[in-house]
């Protein structure tokens, strides 16, 4: 019978890219992780990894290999999940990951909900980016991920994910307090602070401005949403933000009139599939919803 941990180390190997990628990850050596493979190798009877250069990819044996295990990682997970629910205390380790935005303002309201109700449940948090945060679910560094989608973007998820919305949160544009911008033309002298090249917030906000026919001046960029509303107070900048991060920050400015998006962005609450019954799980999404409202 083929090792489960030895499944999981080739398709962590599939998730990373390389051996030297998820040994890192994993905090193993390159030389543990090539030894444990090539004992899956010889238990499979055929070739499951192959040369490229310097480095490795997976054959169209070790492909399907681990289309297979992310079927039995979801049972598992399912299996802990009824076993779990069994107990009539919420108990265990649950790992949190979140974005910026949903951190400042609600994360540390649900952390204490959860310590509150369920003073058995260890809870860990670590705040990541949407993108960075899928691979750690994946990988199964982390429990819960709560992550933003943008208009227009995909809301495919991988099959061994299983997503919930927890709410929308309408995006706004805001433009610098004590610059006269009322035409077309101002907007398109006005500077704008966003998100980093090459983020779905960044395409999604660049798009929005060229289908209301300019092209946005992007002088200043960075992941940190306050600060792009820091940027809109001080005069500095025109920004889109959204309305969790202006109602925490309790700010004087308001929405544009000449660039009313009607956007939304969607907070959905992410889990391994099979996970979402777990009873840690279902308390960590009601304590999100019942701050989200």
């Known amino acids: 019978m083929l090792d489960v941990h030895r499944l999981v180390l080739l398709r962590e190997v599939k998730l990373r890219g390389s051996i ?46 681990v289309h297979h295990v992310d079927g039995i990682l979801a049972i598992l997970e399912k299996a802990e999940a009824d076993l779990a ?23 540390p309201q649900v952390i204490g909900t ?18 960075d945060g899928l691979l750690l679910l994946s990988s ?13 973007a995909s809301e495919t998820m991988p099959a ?8 929308h949160d309408p995006v706004r544009a805001y433009l610098p307090a004590d610059l ?7 907007l398109r002298r006005t500077r704008w602070v966003l998100e980093p090249s090459g983020t779905e917030a960044h395409g999604w906000a660049r798009r929005l401005c060229l289908q209301h026919g300019f092209e ?31 109602r925490d920050a309790r700010t004087q400015l308001a929405p544009s009139t000449l660039l009313d998006t009607h956007q939304r962005r969607r ?14 799980v279902r308390a960590c999404r009601e304590a999100f919803v019942h701050h989200l409202r």
Request: glycine fraction near 6%; charge should be negative.
């Open 20 to 65: 030297t990628a998820a040994a890192r990850a994993l905090s193993y050596t390159h030389s543990a992780v090539s030894q444990q493979l090539g004992l899956l190798e010889k238990d499979a009877g055929v070739p499951l990894l192959e040369k490229v250069g310097r480095g490795v990819r997976l054959t169209p044996a070790a492909e399907e290999l």
């Open 85 to 107: 629910a069994g107990d009539s205390e919420v108990r265990g380790t649950l790992r949190i990951a979140a974005f910026t935005t949903i951190s400042r303002t609600t994360v």
């Open 114 to 131: 959860l310590q509150r109700r369920h003073p058995a449940l260890d809870v860990r948090f670590r705040q990541v980016e949407p993108e």
């Open 140 to 152: 199964r560094r982390i429990d819960v991920l709560v992550a933003d989608s943008y208009p227009g």
């Open 160 to 167: 061994d994910l299983h997503a919930v919305l927890l709410t």
């Open 180 to 186: 006269e911008v009322d035409t077309l033309e101002g």
């Open 216 to 246: 946005p001046d992007i002088a200043y960029e960075s992941p940190d949403l306050l600060f792009h509303l820091r940027m809109v107070e001080a005069g500095l900048a025109a920004a889109f933000l959204p309305d969790l991060l202006v």
């Open 267 to 280: 907070i959905s609450l992410v889990c391994r599939a099979g996970a979402e019954h777990r009873p840690a």
